[in-house]
């Protein structure tokens, strides 16, 4: 692969809850803001041809928030599959979830399972969505299936076709908005040798112009996986 290869893009979204608290606004409407914003982004990514794009938008760390901000975030995810789910599709854009989903409400899990069945259709790109999705907690997971499995012993390969991503490649380039630099327990494993860009930008601000930005960032970086050139 050559050094500026760029299949995956995956973006910490932050900065939703300070956005609207700098304008004296409720914590919601900066996720409904922030929620806004993602069409254009992904459109823009998917335009310089980035074949997968995936958005971190509730951890395992956000169960521990106020039961009315949950529920809002909840009420947001039906709105975005009802709204956006029809179009991605009709743009040959796959959906995927990764996460432990498990504990939605029933119909929220029909409606994501109506949205990311495989149909046989041939998609230009994915839209994974990372929900209830923690780096330690997967790698947790892994290690219970082989303690269930009786595997005592296993290498790299067969340890990444257990995680959420075994159909995903790892991340090439990973973006955080909002100021923090740091990843937030954020694929753990697969951000190994991800390449990191952070930026002041909160998510609601950011656009596609912030999107180019990144990517010309990413494109002067040499990545050696750890070997001389």
């Keep these: 692969m ?10 910490i979204m932050d900065g939703n809850g300070r956005w609207a608290e700098q304008r004296n606004l409720p914590r919601f409407s900066g996720h409904k803001k922030g929620l806004d914003v993602i069409p254009e982004v992904v459109e823009e990514l998917i335009n310089n041809k980035i074949k997968y794009v995936t958005l971190f938008a509730f951890s395992t ?4 928030r106020p039961e009315e901000e949950k529920e809002n975030l909840l009420n947001l995810l039906e709105f975005a599959l009802n709204k956006v789910a029809k179009e ?3 743009n040959k854009i796959k959906l995927s979830f990764i996460g432990d989903i498990e504990y939605l409400p029933k119909h929220l899990l029909k409606k994501i399972k109506n949205v990311t069945r495989n149909d ?7 839209l994974i969505i990372a929900w209830n999705y923690g780096g330690r ?10 303690i269930k499995q009786n595997i005592n012993h296993i ?11 075994s159909e995903i490649p790892n991340p090439d380039l990973i973006i955080r908005t909002g100021g923090q630099q ?24 950011f656009n596609k112009k912030d999107v180019i930005k ?7 970086r040499n990545r050696n996986y750890g070997k001389t050139n």
């Design 2 to 11: 050559k050094t500026n290869d760029i299949n995956h893009v995956a973006i």
């Design 61 to 64: 760390e956000n169960n521990f």
């Design 88 to 90: 991605i599709q009709k």
């Design 120 to 126: 046989e259709v041939k998609y230009d790109a994915e």
């Design 137 to 146: 907690q997967e790698i947790i997971n892994v290690v219970n299936k082989l």
């Design 155 to 165: 290498d790299e390969t067969h340890f990444e076709k257990l995680l959420y991503t």
């Design 182 to 205: 740091r990843i937030s327990n954020f694929m753990l494993w697969q951000s190994a040798y991800s390449e990191m860009y952070f930026t002041t930008k909160l998510w609601p601000d």
């Design 214 to 220: 990144a990517l010309k960032d990413f494109k002067k």
